[in-house]
T-cell receptor
Framework: NAGVTQTPKFRILKIGQSMTLQCTQD?????MYWYRQDPGMGLKLIYY???????DKGEVPNGYNVSRSTTEDFPLRLELAAPSQTSVYFC???????????????FGQGTRLTVV | DQQVKQNSPSLSVQEGRISILNCDYT??????FLWYKKYPAEGPTFLIS?????DKNEDGRFTVFLNKSAKHLSLHIVPSQPGDSAVYFC???????????FGQGTRLTINP
């Protein structure tokens, strides 16, 4: 019962470096999401995907890129890391059919990223 | 623009008593509401939800109430247990948008 798996769990980046946060799910979910959570704040949507090959921007997409080549994987790319991207990142997935309208997204454990 | 607000950053309740967590929203288009629970170093986990066509949904010790006219929902936990100590997030969604909007969270502490 792996669910949603994120790697790495922790990472320290220097300003200007790049990295990819990995996310994979084994529940055959159509929808996948990337959220970030800043201290004392709720989760804000960065990007989401409704299926392989289809992605769209969320509330805070600047500085990030995504791709969805398979149903299982949804990596998040930071090209030029900035201190403002210091946050905890959560990947999530949900199952969506016309008749299944519940949006019970399942979350990974999170990646704590620090940019110095 | 904070569309979903949890105005209490923290709440402390004695074990066995009722915990009431509150959430307000501004977008009248929201038609589905969820509560998530989050332990430290873990991702949020789904707790309970309610559709806008209902005003109450119950699941064991957890009950969610929705007051559409006031744009307010609340989560009641009774009786409260030490394992309920966590951060609780309220979230909302509308019409197939498939994008949850989260509140800031309330840290609930259950004291023995």
């Amino acid at each position: 019962n792996a669910g949603v798996t994120q790697t790495p769990k922790f990472r320290i980046l220097k300003i200007g470096q790049s990295m990819t946060l990995q996310c994979t799910q084994d529940m055959n979910h159509n929808y996948m999401y990337w959220y970030r959570q800043d201290p004392g704040m709720g989760l804000k949507l960065i990007y989401y995907s409704v299926g392989a090959g289809i992605t769209d921007k969320g509330e805070v997409p600047n500085g990030y890129n995504v791709s969805r080549s398979t149903t299982e994987d949804f990596p998040l790319r930071l090209e030029l890391a900035a201190p403002s991207q210091t946050s905890v990142y959560f990947c999530a997935s949900s199952y969506s059919l016309v008749t299944h309208y519940s949006n019970e997204a399942f979350f990974g454990q999170g990646t704590r990223l620090t940019v110095v | 623009d904070q569309q979903v607000k949890q105005n209490s950053p923290s709440l402390s309740v004695q074990e066995g008593r009722i915990s009431i967590l509150n959430c307000d929203y501004t977008n009248s288009m929201f038609d589905y509401f969820l509560w998530y629970k989050k332990y430290p170093a873990e991702g949020p986990t789904f707790l309970i939800s309610i559709s806008s066509i209902k005003d109450k949904n119950e699941d064991g010790r957890f009950t969610v109430f929705l007051n559409k006219s006031a744009k307010h929902l609340s989560l009641h936990i009774v009786p409260s247990q030490p394992g309920d100590s966590a951060v609780y997030f309220c979230a909302a969604n509308y019409g197939g948008a498939q994008k949850l909007v989260f509140g800031q969270g309330t840290r609930l502490t259950i004291n023995p």
